[in-house]
């Protein structure tokens, strides 16, 4: 039985398990105690050996701090409340005593006073903030929140929960329907009357589960998404949808042109609000992609500079930007950035080209590209996501705390020296760039850099 | 060897006054200090509860309640250098919470097997309230105890997120009897840190 728990576990552990295995793995467990306990006992020396090896303290202490950001800023304590909710759920949220002292000395009719006041303000409260639905208002094709948080009406769901699909929500984590596994970092999502899920803004990740018996229908704005049972990745903003398949195939119609296309595995499409579906499959090998002269970036013994080139005519036939950016050493004091993001690309193995422009007119500074790995991670507004799972809005300021490994770069705009080119730093940093994977010493001579371009999007013949 | 049974008497995070003395500025609403205390602390917390939780996900997300929880509650805390434990308190019963509320949601098609582990894991946090086991220290010694190579093994798989094939190519032997070292090394590590603690007590 050992060869077989074993093997259980590796697949456990890696997620690979389907269905019917778990079912399978279930029942052996449910009718052996001992072999329960062997698995959990696995289960968590691997969770331990997990946080063993985990060097993202700044991570995780920046998703605490956004959570105590978020809950001081726009609704008062908000997340705290929603966490608290959480923990005991009948627990009407209460302001914390200032001190025990002064509670004590409160006269009667201070405290009948503060009661009146207190129901009138709750009642206030849940007139502006319904409750979120319990389990007992849904029905059937009700949506759980596995991990995560989910913003409903503005109020704060932490996993798990059970959301409404009929009433739209903000997803930053991970969701499961009967039918179909949500993922985002930051998408607003409901079902319409007619059944079909709507992605009204940002990215997510759908698995659907094949049921040839039910369509699954997942719209934009200026798409239609016939799934036939298949995992792919829809965005959307106000210039239009992007659709990438993982596995499977999909039908995807531009609702402006009522073009479809049929995509398989690797195949990516965009339909824009005024345009055909423009459809495009970029190689997987880094190697293939056509390196052009360029000064992107360079750094001397504390200098970096971020280059100027004409992105919008190179955009016309290609992608430009180093693929990473990894600095050696803690930066201290940190770096200090403000940029306006003018495109964020993704594709395949993620490619995020961000426009920086200068915090006081503007000016364009220069394009940072990188490649979305996990231990990249970003932080605009409070709240901490991988970078390869941000959603940045274009055209709008933002600032942004980059984490790469155990390295932080916060942006805003104190502790550099902005010039029209760049940035000055006070400490040398190591940048991987280029599709080869260059790296710069990290003082010296100015050293320019490669950038690679990206081969133009095909568009295939029509069928 | 460096990290050995010694290394269990070496300074908890709330054994001195730095921690306390950050509380105390946290509790002046410095949150600058929190933060601190949340580096500080966290590692160990995370391990408490990953001995504990079903999953990165129920890790992550308790660890992060019960700092919260802490910063609303901080007042309520007194300054006698058991932070640590305290917090480990507020997450030993949020997870208590969590499994209640992960029951009620079940039914979903495919839930058994966590529900299995679940309601093992549920059990055995009602059984035991020891705050002081699962310590980083303990780990590290028993991760020593099964050798350079084992320990490679160990945490480029669950450390790294290496998956078995590419621990296969890297060892040089099948996926499956990658998996069947992984179960044995996994199992040493765990008999080791029951000795220990048999010891301890």
């Given amino acids: 039985m050992s060869d077989t728990t074993a093997a259980w576990c590796a697949d456990l552990f890696e997620g690979r398990m389907d269905p019917a295995q778990r079912e399978e793995v279930a029942t052996c467990l449910a009718a052996d105690s001992a072999l329960r306990a062997e698995v959990v006992d696995h289960l968590v020396v691997a969770q331990q050996l997990q946080i063993l090896g985990s060097e993202d303290a700044q991570r995780f202490s920046a998703g605490v701090l956004a959570h105590l950001s978020a809950g001081r800023t726009s609704s008062r304590h908000r997340v705290l ?225 971020l280059g100027r080139f004409a992105p919008r005519a190179a955009l016309a036939d290609g992608w430009y930007g180093p693929t990473g950016l990894r600095l050696q050493r803690p930066l201290v004091p940190p770096l200090h950035l403000e940029f306006t993001v003018e495109h964020l690309i993704d594709h395949e193995d993620v490619l995020f080209a961000l426009r920086l422009l200068g915090a006081g007119d503007g000016e364009e500074i220069g394009w940072i590209g990188l490649r979305g790995q996990q231990h990249l991670h970003c932080a605009p507004k409070g709240h901490s996501e991988p970078l390869d799972r941000l959603e940045l809005p274009p055209r709008q300021l933002w600032q942004v705390e980059l984490t790469a490994d155990r390295i932080r770069i916060v942006i805003d705009g104190q502790e550099v020296l902005h010039g029209p080119h760049g940035f000055v730093l006070d400490r040398p940093l190591q940048l991987e760039v280029g599709a080869n994977g260059k790296t710069t010493a990290p003082a010296g001579p100015w050293i320019a850099f490669d950038d690679f371009r990206l081969a133009a999007p095909v568009v295939p013949a029509r069928p | 060897m460096d990290d050995g049974p010694s290394m269990r008497r070496e300074r908890r995070p709330e054994a001195g006054g730095g921690i306390d003395d950050l509380i105390r500025a946290a509790q002046q609403g410095d949150l600058l200090a929190f933060e601190q205390v949340v580096l500080t602390c966290q590692r160990e917390l995370r391990l408490f509860v990953a001995a504990r939780a079903n999953g990165a996900d129920q890790v992550e997300e308790i660890c992060q309640a019960a700092f919260v929880v802490a910063w609303e509650r901080l007042n309520d805390y007194q300054l006698r250098g058991t932070f640590v434990s305290w917090l480990k308190g ?112």
């Fill in chain 2, 90 to 201: 507020i997450a030993h019963n949020r997870l208590r919470e969590d499994f209640r509320e992960r029951r009620r949601h079940t039914g979903l098609p495919g839930d058994e097997l966590d529900q299995i582990l679940d309601d093992e894991l549920a059990e055995r946090l009602e059984a035991s309230r020891d705050f002081e086991r699962d310590r980083l220290t303990l780990l590290k010694h028993c991760l020593d105890g099964v050798g350079e190579r084992g320990r490679q093994l160990l945490l480029r798989h669950h450390a790294q997120g290496l998956p078995l094939t590419v621990l296969a190519q890297q060892f040089k032997r099948t996926r499956a009897a990658i998996g069947k070292a992984l179960f044995t090394l996994r199992r040493s590590v765990k008999e080791c840190m029951d000795r220990e603690r048999e010891v301890q007590a």
């Fill in chain 1, 81 to 305: 409340r929603a966490v608290r909710a959480r923990i005991h759920p009948r627990e009407q949220p209460v302001r914390r005593p200032r001190s025990s002292r002064r509670r004590r000395s409160a006269s009667p009719a201070w405290l009948v006073l503060i009661g009146v006041m207190f129901v009138l303000g709750l009642t206030a409260l849940m007139v502006a903030n319904p409750s979120p639905p319990t389990t007992s208002e849904l029905h059937s094709g009700s949506l759980q929140l596995l991990a995560g948080t989910a913003e409903v009406d503005g109020r704060m769901l932490t996993a798990p929960a059970v959301l409404d699909p009929q009433r739209p929500f903000r997803l930053a984590g991970r969701a499961v329907s009967e039918r179909a596994d949500l993922s985002a970092a930051a998408a607003t999502i409901h079902r319409d009357a007619g059944g079909v899920w709507r992605l009204d803004a940002g990215r997510v990740e759908v698995a659907v589960r094949p049921m040839p018996s039910v369509d699954f229908t997942l719209a934009t704005a200026h798409a239609e998404v016939r799934v036939l049972g298949t995992r792919f990745t829809l965005d959307t903003d106000a210039d239009g949808s992007g659709l990438t398949v993982h596995e499977g195939r999909v039908g995807f119609r531009a609702l402006a042109s009522g073009d479809e296309w049929i995509l398989g595995a690797g195949e990516s499409a965009r339909a824009r609000a005024w345009s055909l579906i423009e459809t495009f499959t970029a190689p997987s090998d880094p190697q293939q992609w056509h390196v052009v002269h360029g000064e992107w970036l360079q750094i001397s013994g504390g200098r970096l500079v």
